[in-house]
């Protein structure tokens, strides 16, 4: 089964792109015609005139690394939650997050980011 690393939909009535980012993170457009659920976990999605935008993380790396997020409350954890694409993490940011750990697929895109750096 092929690992989703970006789980979106965009709205053609109304223009808007909706990110899942998480397991149960329901969204809907502001048209309120489509919708996206599942995150990274499983796809769900629904209206009508949409365009689903799916990667995976088998997909080229040059799509993979600008759409693969991670999830980050700042440096002390006490910021709202945004979600960083691999390609704008720092270097330290990139060992911090092998340092403290996460799902393999996860982990193994940091480490091509690493490699792909040339780190």
Request: hydrophobic share 30%; proline share 2%.
């Amino acid at each position: 089964m092929r690992q989703l690393v970006y789980n979106a939909v965009k709205c053609n009535e109304c223009g808007d792109t909706i990110v899942s980012y998480s397991r149960h993170d329901y969204k809907h457009c502001s048209c309120e015609n489509a919708m996206v659920d599942g995150g990274v976990d499983y796809a769900r999605y629904g209206g009508k005139n949409i365009e689903k935008i799916s990667i995976y993380a088998d997909d080229d790396f040059e799509l993979v690394r600008k759409y693969a997020t991670r999830g980050s409350r700042g440096p002390n954890g006490d910021q709202p939650l945004s979600w960083i694409a691999i390609c704008d993490m720092d270097d330290d940011y990139l060992q911090a997050v092998l340092d403290y750990g996460g799902a393999d697929w996860h982990l193994d895109i940091i480490r091509k980011e690493i490699k792909y750096r040339g780190l």
